[in-house]
């Protein structure tokens, strides 16, 4: 899960053509800019987080736009369409984003996918989640983003089975 920039590019149905990880490591970690990248309309199959590190950005969905400020997050489910602007044209804006598939938390029609992955992403409701400081909870999910994006930069010995422990427990958190 190397960080590198994401370069969005969709098909005709605005479905983004960039897989995420690998097969046998479903995740993908990285750092972007707004200015250098902007993010158009598009969905996935995977899941994503991001968390703002410096700036503030605009989360787009056909129904909901959301501010979101530096050093707070999100939690975008799958098959979502959405896009990212700066909030700040003219600021430098920098986020982290985490993609991964939901077989990185559990194997399809396991105990644990039935239990707490599927009822997640099943659920309207669930489309998108603020991830704010304010919140003790949301968080905790935010320090372990920094970690997991720690634990990918410096790739340690272990750092993969970490890094789907560090998943585990804030997609606890986000299924809270």
């Known amino acids: 899960m190397a960080l590198s920039l994401c370069r969005t ?10 897989e995420h990880g690998t097969a046998a490591f479903p995740i993908a970690c990285y750092h972007d800019d707004l200015q250098a990248e ?17 700036g503030a950005v605009t989360y787009h969905t056909p129904q909901v736009s959301l501010r979101i400020e530096e050093k707070n997050g999100l939690f975008t489910n799958s098959n979502v369409l959405h896009q990212v602007l700066s909030s700040e044209p003219d600021s430098e804006i920098f986020y982290k ?8 938390l559990a194997e399809e029609g396991s105990y644990l996918d039935k239990k707490y992955v ?5 659920a309207n409701a ?3 989640l603020l991830l704010s400081q304010s919140d003790p909870a ?10 997991l994006s720690e634990l990918n930069q410096i790739r340690p010995f272990g750092y993969d089975m970490k890094s789907r422990n560090l998943m585990s427990d804030i ?5 809270e």
Do not use: C, G
């Not at 984003?97 to 990185?104: G, Q, W």
């Not at 599927?118 to 099943?122: K, R, T, V, W």
């Not at 949301?138 to 970690?147: G, H, N, S, V």
């Open 138 to 147: 949301r968080k905790k999910i935010l320090e372990q983003l920094l970690e």
């Open 126 to 128: 669930a489309s998108s």
């Open 9 to 18: 590019t969709v098909d005709d149905s605005a479905r983004e053509l960039m």
């Open 171 to 175: 997609w606890l958190h986000i299924a």
């Open 97 to 104: 984003v985490f993609m991964f598939r939901k077989n990185f």
């Open 38 to 54: 902007p993010v158009p309309w598009h969905w996935h199959e995977e899941l994503e987080l991001i968390y703002v590190q410096k």
């Open 118 to 122: 599927s009822p997640l992403l099943q």
